[in-house]
């Protein structure tokens, strides 16, 4: 009945022209009905834009790290493309994968791969520092900064001695990823 009322009435409406917001479709004139100067009436003008939004840099610690926990997540999904590649290269025979073993061994792939663990180890332990928060401990302003840079050097070493060991360990026994 009430949307039946406002739909029935356009004056009820709440748009530009609205009589809630003391303006009429009545060039110079007001909701009341009275006469306006030409300087009463609204000016059309563009919004202004802040200077400070070419010069603000993003804190490490807070937006940033949730845009590249966001980021990872878009990676992850990625991933997910290339795992499903491969289990379709191992199912469809030797030749198919030999074909995948060569993309993940080129220069790209290794790139590729390495990207995607460290998404993987990034967004693991950045969700372990949202689950101290979750518990309420670490929002402190000085601990909230620590273990966001924490986060980020401890993913890129993760990162590196997974594949330092990846590279050291497992490679020579399936054929080796240098060759």
């Not at 009322?5 to 009820?12: A, E, F, G, N, W």
């Not at 400070?52 to 807070?62: A, F, K, S, V």
């Not at 199912?91 to 791969?113: K, Q, T």
Request: aromatic share 10%.
């Amino acid at each position: 009945m009430f949307f039946h009322v406002i739909l029935s009435y356009p004056s009820l409406a709440f748009g530009p022209d609205s009589p809630m917001l003391g303006h009429s479709k009545l060039k110079g004139k007001n909701s009341q009905g009275e006469k306006m100067s030409d300087s009463a009436a609204p000016a059309a003008r563009p919004r202004p834009t802040s200077p400070h939004l070419t010069i603000y840099r993003l804190p490490l610690t807070g937006p940033m790290l949730s845009i590249v926990h966001r980021a990872t997540e878009v990676a992850m999904a990625f991933g997910l493309f290339i795992l499903t590649w491969w289990c379709f290269a191992i199912l469809s025979g030797p030749d198919a994968y030999a074909v995948f073993l060569d993309c993940a061994r080129s220069i790209l792939g290794r790139i590729v791969m390495i990207g995607l663990s460290w998404s993987v180890i990034y967004h693991t332990l950045y969700d372990i520092r949202q689950l101290f928060f979750d518990m309420g401990k670490g929002f402190e302003k000085h601990t909230i900064a620590q273990t966001g840079i924490m986060v980020v050097l401890a993913s890129i070493i993760v990162t590196a001695l997974v594949w330092v060991l990846a590279c050291t360990s497992v490679a020579p026994q399936i054929g080796g990823v240098h060759g």
